[in-house]
Every structure is written in C-alpha cells, then in structure tokens.
C-alpha cells in the first residue's frame, strides 16, 4: 500500500493555473528537446533536496515551495510539457527506498522496497536509487536524469 | 484329507507362481521407471547436444567469415597497390622537388622533365599538375606556372587551395597563405565538407600556420560549428551519434564468465548487456587518457613539418580510393570481432564517416577523435576530441543513463522445477529455505502418489471376481480353480502392496538427491550474482572518471606551437 503523505488539495492555485503555461510561442519538437536539457537551477535543485521527508514528513509547505520552484523553473514551457512529478531516493530509512513528487496532484508518496508504483513512475525506479543521480524527472514519454550539478540525460 | 493335501499343495505351487509373477512385474516396473529416467537423461542430453550444435553452427559460420575477411583485405589491398600504386611517385615528388631545390641539388631541367612526365603518366590526378606548376614556379616560369595552376584548380580546386597555402608557407610568403587558405574557406561548405580539411586542422594545431593565418582558421572553426548548430536538430543528432559511437566500444563477455548466471538466470542477456556497457566505461577512460597523455612529437623545422602535411594531404584523400578502403575498414573490423559481421557492422556503420567522401564539420571532428582512418595526427585527435567535449558528454550520459535504467532490478533464479528472486545474492537465506520448503512439498506429494497402480488394481479386482464367480457357480474343479484364482489375485495384490515402500523410499532419495544438487547449484548461482553485482557496480563508478576526463578538456590549451617560431592560442 503506497503511504499518501500530503492531501491531494492543491495550495498552489498558481501552478495548476493553464494560462501560465499557455503562453504562445511555446517550444516544440527539437526546441523543446533542447529546452528540457538545459541545465536545472540551483534554485530548483534546492528546492527538490527539501523534499527529504526526512525533515518535511507531512510538511505542506515544503512541497509548496517545490512547485513554485518548477513553475520559476520552466516559465516558458505549457503545462503538458513540464515533468509529470519527480522519483528520487526517500531519506525515511528502510524499507521506505524512494518517493514520487506527483505535480498533477500535488502529492507526496513514499514507496517500499518492492513496493509497485504507478505505471508511469515504476520505470524511473532503477535510476532513482543510482548514485549518480539526485531526482529522475518523469514525462509521458521520456525520463530525465538530473545530476547534483543539474545536467540533464535523457531516456527517451 | 488326501484331497485336502493335493489342494494345499497346488495352492503352494500357485502360491509360488504368484510370487514370481509379482517380482517380475516389480522388476518390469523397476525396469519402466528405470527407463523412464534414461529417457528424460537422453532428452536432457539431445537438448544440450542441440544447444551445442546450434553453438558450433555460429562459430563455424564465424570462422568461414573471418577467414573470408583475412584473405579478402589482402586482396583489396593488393588492388589499391594495383590501381593507384603509379600514383606513389608522383607523391613522392612533392617533398622530393621541395627538399631538392632547398639544397640546389636539381638543375630546372630535370625538374621540368620529370614534372612534365609525371603530367603525361598520370591523367586527370591532380598532383601531376600541381607539380608542374610548382617546378614552374621555382623555376620562375610564370606563364606556364599559370597555365599549370588553372588546371589543377580545374581539377580539384579545394585541395589546389590547401596544396599552394601550405606551399606558401613553406616558402615564407604569409600573405599568399593566408589568400589560397580564404580561398579554401570560401569552398567550403560545414554540412558537407571534404576528408582533406583534417589537414588544415593538423596545420593549425601543430602550430604550422603563422599567427594571422592561425586566427583565421580558429575564427572560422567557430564559424562552422555555430552555423551548424543552428539546425534546431544538430544537437539531438550529435548527440546521437556520439552516443552510438560510444556504445559500440563495448567489450563482448568472455562465453565462459559467470556460467551458472547464463543457465540459471532468466534475464541474463539484459545483466550481460549491462555489464559489456559497463565494462565499455574502462575501455573509454583509457582511451581518453591515452589521447591527452600520448606524446607529441613535433618536426624539427618548419619545412619538415609543412613536408609531413603535404605528403598526408597527397597520400590520404584521395575519392577514388575510397570505396576500396571503405571495403578494407569493414574487412578489418570483421577479423577484430572474430567474424561477427553484426557486430562489425554496427560498428563499420559508425566508422563509415571517416572514409566518406563528404560529412559534416562536426561528423569530422568525430572521426578524427575516435577513428584511425580520419588520417588525423595525434594533436589533432586531442583537438577534435576537446573541441567535440560538450557533444560527447551529452551523448555519454544518454547512453548512460539508457543502460543504467536497463538493468534489471531483481533476476529470476530458476533451478529444476523450483524459482526465486534476488537483487544481489544476499537473501541466500531466504532462498535456500525455500527450495528446500518447495522439495518438501514435492517429495510429499511425489511420495502419496505412489500407490496401487490401476494394473495392479485391475489384475486383483478382475482375477478376485473370476475365481468368485468360479466358485460360486462352478462344478467341483471348477471351485477348486476359482479358489486358485481367488487367491492368486489376493496374493498379487498382496506383493504389490507391500512393495510400496520400497517404491516410496525410491522417490524419496531420487528427489533428495535433486534436492542437494539444486541447492548447491542455487548457492554457487547467487555467489556469482554477488560477483556480477560487485563487477557492475565497479565498472559503472568509472563513468565519472570518463566525464572527468572530459569536462577538465579545454580546447584553448591545444595549439601546439610548432616547430617554427610560430605561436598562438585560440581565444
């Protein structure tokens, strides 16, 4: 049973709203492949490592501050184009082995060795728990790595 | 009584028949069980003969295909010497008239004759009047240097342009250098450029070109590679290839490594996969290292370095010869896979770029930092290798992060008729006990199984009722045979029943034995996945050695400076 840590009531009326991502203009094909490989900020880095529900276990605010830190990161990009959530490794201690940030429905769910995720989410697993990186982004139809630094590989 | 004792006697014959006729069905079933075992042993052995035929049938094939290959590149090379062997001394002239007129050793007579010759003996090469126009020119013959010059531009203009810059340069004319290099700028397109522009590169890596020359070709690289990346797709496709350049650098697994993982495990095509891409990580941190740590070993003058050039420029790019080398390069790489042609041609598929007769600036810098056949000196693989650093990192990491994510998380062990899970060996524990809870619950179930077979059934229920119905309805003898029968019947049934235990105890140590056996195979299978996942996760933390490597590259550091008094960075 995934463990649902914070209310799917969205505080970040902002994020959620489709005029900020409808902008015209928006990148497509090649330019937004480019645009979603471009190095994260320190500001969005930052923000992700306070998800360490460690610190924040049911902390409302921590997750808020996250999804103001993606809205800042990709202001250009229109909603479907922005990561579904995020998969990186879950700092609960065992079995708790990694944590889903779904931005859709603003929650926070830490899973369980062994434990399945959404379909979506599962493939992101393996890479999650590789040292080498410190959150995997999760699209429709591709993954992106994110190192310490903020590069960006691609699984597509 | 006389009667009764010939009844008790017949019935200890019949008695004694019984027996015999129980031990030798219990021998006839010893025999069916026995064949029962050989049968499923050959069908085991058939299986594996199989495997082993089907193993011999891709190595012999392999073998045909690198023997081919071995006697083939001879031949091709052969007919390179064949069709464009006569063009050697015409090569051979360029530095030769050079060095001879340095030292005065050659009147102009012999230096126009022989050019003159070389223009008749080789038609339409555009060496031949490359060299009359430069024996005209030593000479001072303007007119015919002229005539001379219009033709060889005709014939090939860009490699005219680079031959008369490096040329001038040797002579020390700067300007006329840098004109004939403008000129070849001018002809050169950065999505379709020509082999021989690695010269130009080698000329301004070691140094060879003077300042304002070096300037202009630092500039103009600049140039290239921001007009190609104004493509929305160049990086993507850069990146791509860079990606599979690097992913068929992989090793192949030694057949023999990790044998208990390749029988037993289900997912081991996927654990070797990852393995041979981690293993490629080592593969390419040395070769990486090998390029910024070779020595450069620079002319000792300008004139030496500048003949170096131009005898690269007159042997190496030559169009005609390349589908011959291109057939040479595939032939080569099939003997170095041991005749694995897909392997070798997945490879030659990345490797083409070097011989092809024309490709992208950027598919250039790729062949000559990872391709022998690029012709690029050892400066100018470092160059390619530093100015092509952001591109190769970006396809590394994709690649990385492509197998890394393919690698099965937990591998299915399957021994006999028993499977279980593990991530890496260490739930032994767990596994062994379940093995031997799944042999328990078979040796059970193998052991209530054994009962009265149908036959045996039928024998004694069948015989009882005929010596019944003897009895019952028969005259005197008959009763007397029907007791017989009767009692033969319970006789046999008798003998079977009691040889169930023996039976019993047979199964028993039959699935006993399969037991310890597949417990010793499961422990030794998850020592070597214990192994693999250690090797794994050695070879993977390499990765960050390579793009180490990679990132402390600066390309601005790579202008050698020469052996002339010639100096300069690029900015």
């Known amino acids: 049973m995934r463990r649902p840590l914070l209310g799917r009531q969205s505080a970040i009326v902002t994020f959620l709203e489709p005029a900020v991502g409808r902008k015209t203009g928006a990148a497509i094909g090649p330019k937004l492949a480019y645009r979603l490989r471009q190095r994260r900020s320190p500001r969005y880095l930052q923000a992700v490592a306070r998800l360490d529900a460690g610190r924040h276990l049911g902390d409302r605010a921590a997750l808020d501050r996250l999804l103001e830190a993606i809205a800042a990161e990709f202001p250009d990009l229109t909603l479907d184009q922005r990561p579904l959530g995020l998969v990186s490794v879950c700092h609960l201690g065992d079995p708790y082995e990694v944590h889903i940030c779904d931005f859709s429905g603003d929650i926070l769910d830490h899973y369980k060795r062994g434990q399945p995720m959404p379909p979506l989410y599962e493939r992101a697993r393996r890479l999650a728990t590789h040292p080498s990186y410190m959150f995997i982004e999760v699209y429709p139809d591709a993954l992106r790595a994110v190192t310490a630094t903020g590069t960006v590989a691609v699984n597509e | 009584m006389t009667d009764v004792a010939i009844l008790t006697r017949k019935l200890d014959v019949v008695n004694d028949n019984v027996r015999s006729v129980a031990q030798l069905v219990d021998h006839v079933d010893t025999r069916v069980q026995q064949l029962a075992r050989e049968q499923e042993l050959a069908k085991d052995q058939l299986d594996q003969l199989y495997r082993e035929f089907q193993e011999f049938v891709v190595a012999d094939a392999r073998q045909k295909e ?61 060496l031949a009047p490359a060299l009359v126009a430069l024996s005209a020119w030593i000479r001072d013959d303007k007119v015919l240097a002229d005539k001379a010059l219009v033709e060889v531009v005709r014939r090939d203009e860009p490699k005219a342009a680079l031959f008369f810059s490096l040329l001038s340069r040797r002579a020390g004319r700067h300007e006329a250098c840098v004109r004939w290099l403008e000129r070849y700028f001018l002809l050169q397109d950065p999505r379709q450029m020509r082999r ?101 070993s620079t002319p000792p003058t300008l004139e030496a370095a500048v003949d170096d050039l131009l005898t690269s420029l007159v042997s190496n790019f030559d169009a005609e010869e390349l589908p011959l080398r291109q057939e040479e390069l595939r032939l080569k790489l099939i003997v170095e896979a041991f005749g694995d042609t897909q392997t070798a041609d997945q490879r030659f598929n990345t490797e083409i770029d070097a011989l092809s007769l024309h490709k992208s600036f950027a598919a250039l810098l790729t062949s000559a930092a990872m391709h022998d056949e690029s012709d690029a000196t050892p400066a100018t693989r470092r160059y390619a290798v530093a100015r092509s650093k952001e591109w190769i990192l970006a396809g590394y990491q994709d690649l990385l992060v492509h197998e890394r994510g393919s690698i099965p998380p937990e591998v299915q062990i399957n021994i006999g008729t028993w499977s279980g899970s593990s991530i890496d060996g260490s739930n032994e524990e767990a596994l062994s006990a379940d093995l031997m809870a799944h042999y328990v619950r078979r040796i059970e179930a193998a052991v209530a199984a054994v009962g009265i077979t149908p036959l045996t059934w039928a024998l004694s229920v069948g015989g009882g009722a005929l010596g019944a119905w003897m009895i019952i309805g028969g005259g005197e003898s008959m009763k007397i045979f029907g007791l017989v029968v009767l009692m033969a019947a319970a006789g046999y049934f008798f003998f079977r029943y009691r040889d169930l235990d023996k039976v019993r105890t047979r199964v028993r140590q039959n699935l006993e034995w399969e037991r310890d056996s597949a417990a010793n195979i499961l422990k030794a299978t998850l020592a070597e996945l214990a192994d693999f996942r250690r090797e794994l996760a050695r070879e993977d933390a390499i990765a960050s050695q390579v793009e180490d490597i990679l990132e402390n590259v600066q390309p601005s550091n790579l202008v050698l400076g020469g052996a002339a008094p010639i100096r300069g960075v690029i900015s």
């Open chain 2, 66 to 126: 690198r023997q081919f290959a071995t006697t083939r590149i001879i031949e091709v090379r052969q007919e390179i010497e064949k069709k464009f062997g006569h063009y050697d001394e015409v090569r051979r002239h360029t530095t030769g008239i050079l060095q001879a007129t340095d030292i005065a050793l050659v009147s102009d007579e012999t230096l126009k004759s022989t050019t003159e010759e070389m223009m008749l003996s080789s038609p339409r090469y555009w």
């Open chain 2, 196 to 296: 021989e522009v690695v010269v130009m590169l080698d000329a301004m890596i070691n140094g060879v070109f003077g300042p304002v020359a070096l300037g202009r070709c630092s500039g103009i690289l600049d140039e290239w590679v921001a007009k190609l990346e104004e493509e929305p797709e160049f990086i993507d496709q850069q990146r791509d290839h860079w990606a599979e350049v690097l992913r068929v650098r992989a090793p192949l697994a030694d057949p023999d490594e990790y044998p208990l993982l390749r029988e037993h495990c289900a997912e081991w095509s996927a654990l070797e996969a990852a393995l041979c891409g981690a293993r490629r990580n080592a593969v390419l941190r040395d070769y990486f290292t090998g390029i910024f740590q070779e020595e450069i």
